[in-house]
């Protein structure tokens, strides 16, 4: 029960990468050296040819990218915010939703580089360009 509380050893990891973060404050540690910064905290996990990854989304651009990166990352998610605002009701409820779903998703997985985040950023931003559009074009 080591575990308990850390939700599977990730704030450790966590912890490691914002440790990585002040030494990289300015443009971070470079995309995908997250397990490479690490390292010198938390040394190589157990099982080979396994390397530690941020478990979180939002931490592991920040640590990556620095806040320059995150920074552009942050203005993405707040135009993909105000696209899905700007939709009428029952479209803002729906990507409201998948949006809200995604960031909790996020905050505990690596998916900076998935498939399924940047679908829905393009689906969000379809959907909102369509409003755009006559009634009679949308058909």
């Avoid at 690490?38 to 939002?58: C, D, I, K, Q, S």
């Avoid at 998703?105 to 580089?113: A, F, I, R, Y």
Wanted: aromatic share 10%.
């Amino acid at each position: 029960m080591g575990d308990a509380g850390t939700l599977h050893n990730r704030t450790r990891i966590w912890k490691a990468g914002l440790r990585a973060l002040e030494n990289h404050a300015a443009l971070g540690v470079g995309a995908g050296a997250y397990p490479e910064a690490v390292r010198p905290t938390l040394g190589r996990p157990a099982l080979a040819g396994h390397e530690y990854v941020a478990h979180n989304t939002f931490l592991s651009i920040l640590v990556e990218c620095g806040p320059v990166g995150f920074g552009l990352f942050a203005a993405l998610a707040c135009a993909l915010a105000l696209f899905v605002w700007m939709m009428p009701r029952a479209e803002r409820s729906l990507w409201t939703a998948m949006l809200a779903v995604w960031a909790i998703g996020v905050s505990t997985l690596s998916w900076e580089q998935r498939k399924p985040g940047w679908l829905m950023l393009a689906l969000i931003t379809t959907q909102w360009a369509l409003s755009f559009r006559q009634p009679e074009e949308r058909a």
